[in-house]
């Protein structure tokens, strides 16, 4: 089944080796889009392929933080891929939670090359080309973190707020064209994410969701493709979701 809004269309998906880019890439196949699904682990592309055998999915291995890779990626698209729709911008990731006088530099720059950097290079890769075309929509994953600080937070966070920045930047820049840009700000949502923070620790993974009802990757997918699928004189800047479990706590006082 197709629908209208996603057939004919072609997007690109960093990140869809887990979590909301794999759950974003099976919805717009569903849909009926043409998806270049892109990561680091060519075994899980090749899985995801092979399940999904579609000739409307094409796989790439693509390093986000690597500016030859991204390079690659774009030089060596066949059509109808070469044309890019939906540029979902989606790879990312926290390292650690400690605090900013213990955190590792080496971790805070990943997050830096990763989620800022990389997500940069991705923009400036595909929107000459939404622009010659007149459409297109960009979907930038930021976080909560991006608008409410917690400690540990600390580089991610400030990566999260730059991709909401730059976000509304995109929007002023692209006034005059068809392209819309949206930041989507999650909170907890059950993904990699957490065992990716915890360099593999599956068991402080678990202790983040335990007892709550967090969104599920597809949940946060559900919502990005309810943005998609808006009239095209409607652009939604940003868009935040939480499970109902998660809130705000109170500002922190040191009475010592
Ligand atoms: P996952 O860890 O499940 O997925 C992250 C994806 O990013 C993987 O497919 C990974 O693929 C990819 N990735 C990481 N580094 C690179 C890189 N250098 N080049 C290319 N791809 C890369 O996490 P989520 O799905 O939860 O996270 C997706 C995005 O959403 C991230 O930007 C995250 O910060 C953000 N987010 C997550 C929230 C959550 O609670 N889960 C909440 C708010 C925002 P591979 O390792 O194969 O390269
Ligand atoms: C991921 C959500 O609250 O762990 O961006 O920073 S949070």
Redesign the pocket.
Known sequence: MTDTWASGRVALI??????????MARRLLAAGAHVIA?????E??TALAAELASDRLLTRV?????PS?IDALMADLPAPFDAIDILY??????LGLNKAQEASLDDWQ?MI???VT??VRMTRAVLPGMVARNRGDVIN?????ASYPYPGGNV?GA??AF?RQFSLNLRSDLLGTKVRVTS?????????????RFKGDQASADK?YAGVH??S?DD?ALVCESVLKLPAHINVNTLELMPVQQAFGPFAVDRG
């Open positions: 960093t990140g869809a080796t887990s979590g909301f880019g794999e759950a892109t990561g680091r682990r060519a899980r592309l693509l390093d986000v933080r690597d890779s911008n989606n790879a990312g990731l926290a990943t090359d990763t989620n990389g997500l994953l930021s976080s909560v973190a991610y990566t999260k991709v989507i700000e999650p909170g907890m949502a059950d993904t990699e994410f957490s065992v990716v983040v967090a969104m990757a946060v």
